[in-house]
C-alpha cells in the first residue's frame, strides 16, 4: 500500500476552522483517499473520502491537490468533540480481497483549546 | 452509537485460559474485521470475513482462532495468549463486495485485553 505522511501533532482553537494535511506522494491511480478520525477511548470512525474531486460532508470537507500527492482534511469550526487522532489512509480498490484492507499509521493527534 | 457492539469491554485472562471475544454488527454489511490495536501502535488489520468467508488473514499466530458464523456475528477465540497480547481488540464491519458502499467501515467500542 501507498503510504502516507501526517505531522505528528496539531492544535487549534475551538470554533476555528482546522486543516489537517497529509502527503502521499506515491499514490496510484487507484487508489481512494480516506480519512478515519478515533476519538479517546473508542474505535475509529469514518470521516470521509475521495479520489479526484474534493468532497463534502457533514462532518468534514475533503480537498485533494491536482496532482493527488497530498489532501487536506477542513473541520470547518472545531469543536472540543472534535480533539481526536485523524488518520489519513490509501485504500487501492484494484484487485481482489485486499479491497477491505485499511493500512492504518500514527495519523495526527489533534488538540481543541476552549 | 456506531451499530457495532462487542462484548466483553474489558477482559482479563491469564495465560492459560480460554476466552472468547464476541462483535456483533446491526448495519446489514457483509464484511467484518478483527483490528488488534496496542499501545503506542497504530492498529493492525488481524482478520477479514467478506459473506462469512475469511478472506484475509495478516500473518497472526494460531493462539487467536476467528469465527464468523453469519454475516453479523464475528468472534475471536483466545488461547494460551502470551502478555504481549494485551492490547484493544477492534472489531469493524462494512458493506461487503468491494464496491463503493465497502469504503466506510464501521468500528465497535473495542474490548481492552490484559494477559496476566
Known amino acids: 500500500d501507498a503510504k502516507t505522511t501526517q505531522p505528528n501533532s496539531m492544535e487549534s482553537n475551538e470554533e476555528e476552522p482546522v486543516h489537517l494535511p497529509c502527503n502521499h506522494s506515491?499514490?496510484?491511480?487507484?487508489?481512494?483517499i480516506h480519512w478515519y478520525r478515533q476519538l479517546p477511548s473508542q474505535g475509529p470512525e469514518y470521516v470521509i473520502h475521495g479520489l479526484t474531486s474534493n468532497v463534502n460532508n457533514r462532518m468534514a470537507s475533503l480537498a485533494i491537490a491536482e496532482d493527488r500527492k497530498s489532501s487536506t482534511l477542513i473541520l470547518h469550526r472545531a469543536t472540543l468533540r472534535d480533539a481526536a487522532v485523524y488518520y489519513c489512509i490509501l485504500r487501492d480498490v484494484a484487485g481482489g480481497g485486499s479491497n477491505y484492507k485499511l493500512t492504518f499509521g500514527k495519523g495526527t493527534l489533534l488538540t481543541v483549546n476552549p | 452509537e456506531t451499530g457495532v457492539t462487542q462484548t466483553p469491554r474489558h477482559l482479563v485472562m491469564g495465560m492459560t485460559n480460554k476466552k472468547s471475544l464476541k462483535c456483533e454488527q446491526h448495519l446489514g454489511h457483509n464484511a467484518m474485521y478483527w483490528y488488534k490495536q496496542s499501545a503506542k501502535k497504530p492498529l493492525e488489520l488481524m482478520f477479514v470475513y467478506n459473506f462469512k468467508e475469511q478472506t484475509e488473514n495478516n500473518s497472526v499466530p494460531s493462539r487467536f482462532s476467528p469465527e464468523c458464523p453469519n454475516s453479523s456475528h464475528l468472534f475471536l477465540h483466545l488461547h494460551t495468549l502470551q502478555p504481549e497480547d494485551s492490547a484493544l481488540y477492534l472489531c469493524a464491519s462494512s458493506q461487503g463486495g468491494g464496491g463503493p458502499l465497502s469504503y466506510e467501515q464501521y468500528f465497535g467500542p473495542g474490548t481492552r485485553l490484559t494477559v496476566t
Open positions: 506515491t499514490i496510484s491511480g487507484t487508489d481512494y
